[in-house]
Structures are given as C-alpha cells and as structure tokens.
C-alpha cells in the first residue's frame, strides 16, 4: 500500500528535513481501514489531505488530521 520509505529516510538523512508522512493510493489498503470500513474518501481526508495541508505549509503537523494523527503517521514503519 505504501511506496518504499528509502527515498523518504534518505531525505532524512541528507537534508535538513525532519519527517516523512504517508501519502496513499487507494489501491492499497491497511487492515485496521478495512475494518473502519474506509473507502476512497475516508482514506483521502484521514491519510493524504493532512499530509498535503503539511507539505504545502498550511498546517503543522501537529494541527493536520484527526487527534494523534502526527503521532501516529510521523516517520511511521
């Protein structure tokens, strides 16, 4: 469901950024979504909508997405 993080710790490692967040494609998915029973939407406005409100500045990480969501997502394995 996720791309591979190398490039992500590589950035990391070579650069003066400090995290990496989740961006997803529908096409896959993680137990606990389909348990949630996420579809496209869900998966969108939980996952990728608060990583692009962070990239593009509009919102820190700690105040994009649901509660705990930079805890959660933030460099996450």
Known sequence: MFESRRPARQ???ETQAEAYFPVTPYAGVREGW???N???AEIAY???MPTF???LGN???AEAG???WADQ???FE
Request: charged share 25%; aromatic share 12%; glycine share 8%.
């Open 34 to 36: 389909v348990e949630q």
């Open 73 to 75: 997502w933030r460099n």
């Open 11 to 13: 950035l990391i490692e």
């Open 66 to 68: 649901p509660d705990g």
């Open 46 to 48: 939980n996952i990728n």
């Open 59 to 61: 919102k820190s990480p």
């Open 53 to 55: 409100e962070v990239v």
């Open 38 to 40: 996420w579809g496209y």
